[in-house]
């Protein structure tokens, strides 16, 4: 088979070329649409055509595939077969394929059918045309160049404009291979119609253009996010919204979680969680709080979608916000704003009512509600309903309304009556229109508001002035009204007896006022008419003497008149005889000077409270504030119960108060307290106090301070007891003498009735007397004690003086001089130094605690002695505390101030120190506690209580 068939060759020599330009065009063509913001839907028909013409291609060279030059003697038929199938193809296919022979002009020799579609010409007609004659951009130099590289590398991709006859111009990509045979040279390929996709591709130019400014001017936040949450994109609006230019957030991309407030995060944060979770269908509208650049805080309302590319994957979030913060503070104050016209619109006593155009109701208040039930509408208002439904007087409701919707305001007076007792009101109603913001009306306002109580006022004005003037025409009080020039314009009859009373002169209406004064009074007349008529009420009281010699008192009014406006216009002048007044006042005065005299002597002497029926203090004299320490601002409004001490039973109050509200006199002792918590007595006589119903009001108090005698009582009854307790005493001293006496002397008789008085003195006869002496001396010391113990009982008054606690130890030391060198002390009498008593008692309590701290020492350890004051409310309390060998309290505690009892036998002692300490203690109105425990120490304290001087002092410290 020969292979000058020109479809062979053309397989043969344009199949690898157009195979290879096929894909450099599919990949150019894909690179362009890539940089055309992801739009890919031009290229990727044409990529879909290039593919089919691959498939094309395979075909064919599976057909040839074992076809090659001089294989068989079936090769003619096998070629004819493959130009047959290469026609066939070529002539099917959309794209145009030609072949031109470069030394013939370039002019067609094979064109496919849908070249002729292309030209939009006949196929015959075009195959007389050279490619040149479609292509006005035809360069001689250029196509050189061009030829040359095609010969070069067997085959070249170009793109150009066909300028086709009926004057369309194509956007076409050409594709061409050259090869030569039999020494001479073609060009093969096909070009495709890329009209429709440069159209596609200068709109979607246009269109990108379009929405870049709509990006950038957009007065809303655009942002791309990376699914990592980086951003990709944002626009300019994020610089006035944020104060952040884009290349910030580009240049940083931990920026974005550092400027959405705290509180918001979690929010941002959810919402891109969930779109993650649900996919393309879903998006979150919420609103955030973000950080401007300047620190300031702005409300973002923000749409969150995801990204997907071309091919459905996943790329990313885009956000669009809105900055809404003025929008929110409007709507903010918009409700607030609601809210106050609401609670104006409630709170008015006015019924009022909206309605639309149809007359329906669109809201009302309370007060609308209420005044169906006043008048007994059975029906409640709703909004929808039409008010024509309840009100009384149709016909001038629906003609007001209608005034209204015309722009008019109305307002009216009406009486209605209602109920089956026919009650009457008067209400006041106004129509007004109510606008939108175009200034169109939507509706009316009716309001409603009951006059009645405003029309009976009138009426009783009315009333009111006929009753004026007939009590002006009445009583004993002259009036008369004058105006600026002094003219009468008015007077009663009063006035007009009173002139002729003094006078011979007649009052008339006209008449200059002052031809009636009297020569005496006409100045001060003047004086005071000047005053008034500049608006000063003037009032003045002036004696003297009538006609009859009788001395009398006359009372003067100057009262300014004044009109509608407020301006004075005239003057009125009453006088009136006071002259029993006078006289009765100047009795009260005496009488009121008795009782301020009574007043000042029970001030002075008592104490003097009133309070109210709930026993609420509503006055008190400086006597009571002196007592109680409170002012007169503190215990006005306190109840009584204030002062209470507890100290009295319930029983002794209800008696009080039963007597006293029947009307009675009561008079009892209290014991009460003072403002510091301090007490007095008071012996108190209660009265309750009537008004002029004989009704009583108030109840009060006078007090005698008898605190000094209740004390001296209680001082009384101290001693009693101190007597009652020193004969007990005296008892078991008694008791002591008889039994403690006994044993000494019954031993020293014995002794001598051993001793024989013929014997000589020797050494039997001396031991005798060394027992004797002992004996003698254990009674001398036992006797010794209990002249102690009696001298402590009997002395019941002793002359007390101020004490220093720390003089007290340094005399106390000194009897111990030899025992303190290695004893440790601690003294602390900071807070009470010194005390008003018996300075022999004290001594004696000093010397004996520390006495039995150093005779009972532990001999494991230094001696410590600490002695310290305190203050306990009427009390100071004195503790000795040591380190020694303790007391069993457990066994002994009840034995611990008996008289000669000890604790520690292999120690010295008489048991006599603790029971005189106890036995001091208490003649000086105190008493003692102690707490001890073996090995570890003991502690002894002393509650002396404080004499009055003392606790005076002590207070006011």
Not at 884 to 895: A, E, N, S, Y
């Amino acid at each position: 088979m020969s292979f000058s068939n020109p479809n062979y060759l053309l397989v043969k020599h344009f199949s690898l070329y157009f195979w290879i330009a096929t894909c450099l065009a599919s990949i150019v063509t894909g690179l362009l649409g890539f940089l055309l913001l992801w739009e890919v839907a031009p290229w990727l028909k044409f990529c879909a055509i290039t593919l089919q013409i691959t498939v094309l291609y395979v075909a064919c060279l599976l057909v040839l595939k074992h076809q090659s030059p001089g294989s068989s003697s079936d090769k003619p038929l096998e070629e004819k077969i493959a130009a047959d199938f290469f026609e066939q193809m070529v002539q099917t296919s959309k794209n145009c394929f030609f072949a031109i022979a470069p030394d013939h002009d370039f002019r067609f020799f094979y064109l496919n059918e849908a070249a002729a579609d292309h030209f939009e010409e006949p196929l015959e007609v075009v195959k007389h045309y050279s490619i040149r004659d479609y292509d006005r951009s035809y360069d001689a130099a250029k196509e050189k160049v061009k030829f040359a590289k095609l010969k070069e590398i067997g085959f070249v991709s170009f793109e150009t404009k066909h300028y086709l006859k009926n004057g369309k111009i194509k956007n076409v990509l050409i594709t061409s291979s050259y090869f030569v045979h039999n020494q001479k040279e073609y060009i093969t390929g096909y070009f495709t119609d890329i009209t429709k996709l440069r159209k596609s591709q200068a709109e979607l130019k246009t269109t990108h253009d379009y929405y870049e400014k709509l990006l950038n001017g957009s007065p809303d936040i655009i942002m791309l996010f990376s699914e990592t949450g980086q951003i990709l994109y944002a626009n300019p609006a994020i610089e006035s919204i944020l104060g952040y230019s884009p290349v910030d957030f580009y240049n940083n991309a931990s920026l974005i979680s550092s400027i959405i407030a705290p509180e918001s995060q979690h929010i941002f944060e959810e919402n891109r969680q969930y779109l993650l979770e649900h996919g393309k269908a879903n998006e979150k509208t919420s609103e955030l709080k973000w950080l401007t650049k300047d620190g300031k805080e702005v409300l973002l309302q923000q749409n969150i979608k995801n990204t997907y590319d071309s091919e459905g994957k996943f790329t990313g979030f885009q956000i669009i916000s809105r900055d809404v913060t003025a929008l929110r503070s409007t709507e903010k104050q918009l409700e607030q704003n609601n809210a106050l016209l609401r609670a104006v619109f409630e709170s008015s006593i006015q019924a009022k009512i909206l309605v639309d155009k149809s007359f329906n109701i669109i809201d009302f208040n309370t007060e609308a509600e209420s005044r169906l039930v006043k008048y007994q509408i059975n029906k409640k208002l709703a909004v929808g309903n039409p008010l024509i439904d309840y009100v009384f007087h149709k016909d001038i409701f629906i003609n007001n309304l209608q005034k209204a919707l015309s722009g008019k305001k109305v307002t009216t007076e009406q009486q209605i009556t209602f109920g089956k007792e026919n009650q009457e009101v008067w209400v006041f109603t106004s129509y007004v229109p109510i606008s939108d913001a175009k200034g169109e009306i939507i509706g009316v306002s009716f309001s409603s508001l009951d006059i009645t109580e405003v029309k009976l006022s009138q009426k009783k004005l009315e009333e009111s002035e006929a009753l004026l003037e007939a009590v002006f025409n009445s009583g004993h009080q002259t009036l008369v009204l004058i105006d600026k020039q002094r003219k009468i314009l008015k007077f009663n009859k009063a006035a007009e007896k009173g002139v002729a009373r003094f006078s011979n002169l007649k009052l008339q209406i006209g008449a200059n006022y002052l031809d009636y004064i009297p020569d005496w009074a006409k100045d001060i007349f003047l004086e005071n008419f000047a005053l008034s008529i500049q608006g000063k009420e003037i009032e003045g009281e002036y004696p003297f003497v009538s006609a009859t010699g009788q001395l009398h008192y006359l009372a003067t009014f100057h009262q300014p008149v004044k009109g509608d406006q407020g301006q004075i216009f005239a003057m009125a002048h009453a006088t009136i005889d006071i002259t029993e007044k006078k006289q009765n006042q100047l009795l009260l005065q005496k009488t009121l000077n008795s009782l301020r005299d009574v007043q000042n002597a029970i001030d002075k002497s008592a104490v003097v409270c009133i309070t109210d029926l709930q026993s609420t203090i509503v006055q008190v004299n400086d006597a009571f504030c002196e007592l109680t320490q409170y002012t007169k601002e503190e215990i006005k409004g306190q109840n009584i119960r204030i002062l209470n001490s507890n100290y009295h039973s319930q029983s002794l109050f209800a008696e009080m108060y039963k007597s006293i509200t029947e009307g009675n006199f009561w008079r009892g002792e209290f014991k009460n307290k003072r403002k510091d918590g301090s007490f007095f007595w008071v012996d108190s006589t209660i009265a309750p106090i009537t008004n002029e119903n004989n009704e009583i009001y108030q109840y009060i108090a006078i007090w005698y301070v008898v605190t000094r005698r209740k004390e001296a009582e209680s001082q009384n009854k101290r001693l009693l007891q101190q007597l009652i307790t020193q004969n007990n005493d005296l008892m078991q001293f008694s008791y002591i003498i008889s039994h403690n006496l006994r044993s000494p002397v019954a031993n020293i008789l014995g002794l001598f009735n051993i001793l024989e008085p013929n014997d000589q003195l020797g050494a039997h006869n001396e031991a005798i007397l060394e027992h004797l002496q002992k004996a003698t001396l254990r009674l001398d010391e036992v006797i010794a004690d209990l002249n102690k113990i009696l001298e402590v009982k009997n002395q019941n008054i002793l002359e007390k003086e101020w004490v220093n606690f720390l003089d007290i130890f340094e005399q106390t030391k000194a009897f111990f001089s030899h025992h303190f060198e290695p004893i440790e002390t601690l003294l602390n009498f900071e807070e009470v130094p010194r005390f008003y008593t018996v300075k022999s008692y004290l001594f004696s309590i000093f010397y004996n605690m520390v006495s039995n701290a150093i005779k009972y020492q532990d001999p494991q350890r230094p001696l410590q002695i600490k002695i310290t004051s305190i203050k306990m409310g009427d009390y100071v309390k004195l503790i000795f505390q040591d380190n020694g060998l303790g007391i069993d309290l457990t066994r002994f505690r009840d034995k611990l101030f008996k008289l000669y009892k000890r604790f520690h036998l292999h120690i010295d002692g008489k048991g006599l120190g603790l029971y005189l300490v106890q036995s001091q203690v208490q003649a000086l109105g105190g008493y003692i506690q102690v707490e001890s425990k073996e090995g570890m120490g003991t502690s002894f304290i002393i509650f002396l209580k404080f004499a009055p001087e003392q606790k005076q002092l002590e207070d006011t410290k």
